[in-house]
């Protein structure tokens, strides 16, 4: 009876460095998204009303009209899931987080280069979609959620129903379209809710990923595993 108990024992053991192994990231992996100070650059803690305003989202209707040419010019372009309008002749253009003179400029000048002598472009928002963010990633509930003008980056993590058990709460990062490019930072939100970091706001196209604790889940799986092996009869 001993040696069996022994040979469970050991079994028990095997599994749980096997779980370790799988669980525990390597050392040296770290996250490469600007932290501390460098975040609040890419992420501030109020967004500009400008930015809020004029920066165009996904799921916005554009009227977009090129001068002399009606195939080209109409007032229903949507700007799809990833932040691109297909436009007829140069196809794919980068919309999202740019503002209406921006993608202006850009489509003269793809239009320019090959297809038509000095174009005249314009570009304006006819309909707004509404602003959504998105919580992935270690959250109860991960889903797709609407922000207004008091949400942050708290409130957006407790409308997803707060982090789960295997969540590490100094990975949670943010990503937002700047200027035509995806940008991310990386917040604490330990510090954050202890006052010591301030909770930066979230806008619509934003996306929050919450991230995965390596050594939580490790014992989470050891809870779920052990009593497979009556591990806790083993060790009383």
């Known amino acids: ?25 390597a050392a040296g992996r770290d996250n490469p998204l600007p932290s501390g100070a460098a975040a609040y650059d890419i992420i501030p803690v109020k967004a500009m009303d400008e930015l809020v305003a004029q920066r165009i989202r996904t799921g916005d209707k554009l009227a977009i009209s090129v001068f002399g040419e009606s195939e080209l010019s109409r007032t229903d372009y949507i700007v799809d899931s990833t932040g691109f309008v297909q436009f007829p002749l140069i196809g794919q253009v980068i919309a999202a987080g740019v503002s209406p003179e921006e993608l202006r400029a850009e489509i003269a000048r793809r239009l320019g280069t090959r297809f038509i002598r000095d174009p005249q472009v314009s570009v304006s928002i006819t309909e707004r979609a509404r602003a959504r963010f998105a919580v992935e990633g270690q959250v109860a509930d991960p889903g797709v959620y609407e922000a207004d003008a008091t949400t942050t980056l708290l409130a957006a993590i407790a409308q997803a129903g707060s982090p789960n058990r295997v969540a590490k709460n100094s990975e949670v990062m943010v990503f937002r379209m700047v200027n035509g490019r995806r940008m991310g930072a990386r917040f604490d939100i330990d510090q954050i809710r202890s006052g010591r970091a301030d909770d930066p706001q979230i806008i619509g196209g934003d996306t929050v990923v919450v991230g995965y604790s390596g050594s939580k889940g490790f014992w989470r799986d050891v809870r779920e595993t052990a009593p497979l092996l009556n591990l806790f009869y083993l060790v009383r």
Do not use: N
């Open 1 to 25: 009876m001993i040696r069996r108990r022994l040979c469970d024992l050991s079994m028990a053991l095997c599994v749980v460095t096997a779980l370790g192994a799988v669980a525990v990231p």
